[in-house]
């Protein structure tokens, strides 16, 4: 890893930023970008020379961590063979990356539909649902992320919603499982479970089953908690599906590609769902990828009927060669099985010692490489440590924990109170355990505002 400092660079880097580039989610004049030099494996560096541990895997997309040498390698192959070519057209790593996914989905997930990300893809779920289905509705949960497109943002639970909304669109929102913090009066995993699964029934019945085209669940709920749904849940889920009529949907986006310690999350539980949704770590975001994997009956609806969807950049060449590349890199390398070896061998064991020294945690729970640690002012009454959806002020404690962590030499992902500790699937142990010895050191802030 080779770092040279340039500060002069990194303010022209900035100055254009700041003069022109319009940022996602945000207030435009309240932000201050950091200037990135550059990055490699688990770790990125700005122009001062200052190093980050990636603790987010940016947006939880690098799941084989930054530069892997056989993906560029890849891209600039593929590069000076094939830039682009439209969807139409049977393409050499088009057809690889479809093949090399299929064979990794559950069940019949046997064709594949290429998008640039994940929203895409969850908007072509639906479509695929609706017109299979010709009904209307779709179910989904309050704490979800399903992307910023108008239905994904609309299937979207969390408060990015609130300013999207239309009022039309056939989208219900019903609670899913969460055991700490229990809609359902719950006092265990079996109990969250089977309430969980009656309150979605009651949603059916008073909806009308006869209107409802899908079911989109997060396999494991990422951005809005990282929860884990109770054994039975997913299983529940589908025989609802299956005895209504209704198409289910997992959103794999964030969970899918060896996250959570498996190829994808619903290989925990042994679902298969009807249509699964996919993006970031299919080939880690190196050119944007997402998807939908289609079961043989909802393929075999538009066998000779068009399906009415399609983009121009679907299957893109430069993006697919980089995903043969990634899943080839991954399984090469034994990806997943780190994962899953980090999971359980160093971050979960960590996190549960940290639990026993700091009051400000809550409960720590997660798989793989994907955990979060829930912040409280109180563990006996289980207040969140700021209000949900908290600025200013009220997220004050949050924010100083983030701050702290990037002078320390660690990017976190933070989200309303809670640290979600999300390496690259590829993160060695020495460096999991440099990242989770800072936030050791930084928790005893979070400590200081429990009562
Ligand atoms: C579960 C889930 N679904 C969908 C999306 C949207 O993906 P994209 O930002 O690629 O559109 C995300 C992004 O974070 C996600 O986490």
């Not at 593929?78 to 057809?95: M, V």
Request: overall charge negative.
């Amino acid at each position: 890893m080779t770092i040279s400092p340039d500060p002069a660079a990194g303010q022209a880097v900035k100055a254009a930023d700041r003069a022109h580039v319009f940022h996602s989610w945000s207030a435009q004049s309240l932000i201050d970008p950091l200037a990135v030099a550059g990055a490699e494996g688990s770790y990125f560096w700005d122009y001062e020379g200052k190093r980050y541990l990636d603790f987010s895997s940016q947006l939880v997309n690098t799941n084989i961590g930054h530069q892997h040498p056989k993906v560029v390698a890849a891209i600039q192959e593929q590069a000076a063979k094939l830039c682009t070519f439209a969807p139409a057209f049977a393409i050499e790593s088009r057809s690889e990356a479809a093949r090399l996914i299929a064979e990794r989905t559950p069940g019949d997930l046997d064709k594949i539909f290429f998008t640039n990300g994940g929203a895409e893809a969850n908007e072509n779920a639906i479509r695929m649902a609706r017109l299979h289905t010709g009904r209307q509705k779709v179910l989904s949960t309050y704490r979800s992320y399903h992307g910023a497109t108008a239905n994904a943002i609309a299937l979207t639970g969390d408060p990015r919603r609130w300013p999207n909304e239309t009022g039309v669109s056939g989208i219900v929102h019903f609670w899913g499982p969460y055991p700490y913090r229990s809609n359902f009066h719950a006092e265990n995993e079996a109990q969250e479970c089977e309430r969980a699964l009656a309150h979605l029934e009651q949603v059916i019945a008073f909806e009308g089953p006869q209107t409802v085209a899908a079911i989109i669940l997060e396999t494991v709920v990422g951005t809005a908690g990282i929860l884990i749904p109770p054994a039975g849940y997913l299983a529940g889920v589908r025989e609802i599906c299956d005895r209504y009529g209704i198409v289910f949907i997992l959103d794999e986006v964030m969970a899918g590609f060896g996250r959570t310690g498996e190829w994808f999350a619903a290989d925990h539980w042994g679902v298969t769902p009807d249509l699964l949704t996919f993006a970031k770590g299919v080939n880690s975001g190196y050119v944007p990828l997402g998807g939908v994997a289609i079961s043989g009956e909802i393929a075999e609806t538009f066998a000779t009927r068009p399906f009415p969807g399609g983009l121009t950049y679907s299957g893109h060449p430069l993006a697919c060669a980089s995903a043969v590349a990634t899943l080839n890199a991954m399984a090469e390398e034994g990806i997943v099985e780190n994962a899953k070896h980090i999971g359980e061998t160093v971050i979960g064991p960590e996190l549960r010692a940290m639990a026993e020294r700091h009051p400000s945690i809550g409960e720590v729970r997660g798989l793989g490489v994907f955990w979060a640690v829930e912040l409280v002012k109180n563990r006996e009454t289980r207040e969140p440590l700021t209000p949900y959806n908290a600025a200013g002020a009220d997220n004050a404690p949050m924010a100083e924990l983030a701050a702290e962590c990037k002078k320390r030499g660690l990017w976190p992902f933070t989200n309303m109170n809670r640290f979600h500790v999300v390496p690259p699937c590829n993160v060695s142990e020495t460096e999991a355990k440099e990242g989770l010895a800072i936030l050791d050191e930084v928790l005893t802030l979070t400590d200081a505002h429990t009562v």
